[in-house]
Nanobody, 116 residues
Framework: QVQLVESGGGLVQAGGSLRLSCAVS????????MGWYRQAPGKQRDLVAL???????NYADSVQSRLTISRDNAKNTVYLQINSLKPEDTAVYYC??????????WGQGTQVTVSS
């Protein structure tokens, strides 16, 4: 069973930065695609960033210049650095793990609130 635990969310002023972390249990992390989604109140859950097992990253166009996704396979952890935060970044941020040939696993989410 794969379990994901996000952390690092909180309340931050516009213009600030946060680094979200997602720790993954089990032995599948290093061979899994990892990603972050976010869901704002009343909206659908949208993809913001993906990172392959080899470290190649992809971002949603709307956030590409402000986000950096990274992974540490030795720590079974994926990170999301968010810079120049805006009020519209307020959302619950979820990480997911896609082991090859398996279902997608989700974390419980971490709340990010950006005040203007």
């Amino acid at each position: 069973q794969v379990q994901l635990v996000e952390s690092g969310g909180g309340l931050v002023q516009a213009g600030g930065s946060l680094r979200l972390s997602c720790a993954v249990s089990g032995s599948m992390f290093s061979i899994s695609v990892m990603g972050w989604y976010r869901q704002a109140p009343g909206k659908q859950r949208d993809l913001v960033a993906l990172i392959s097992r080899g470290g190649m990253s992809n971002y949603a166009d709307s956030v590409q210049s402000r986000l950096t996704i990274s992974r540490d396979n030795a720590k079974n952890t994926v990170y999301l650095q968010i810079n120049s935060l805006k009020p519209e970044d307020t959302a619950v941020y979820y990480c997911h793990c896609d082991p090859p040939g398996s279902q997608r696993y989700w974390g419980q989410g971490t709340q990010v609130t950006v005040s203007s």
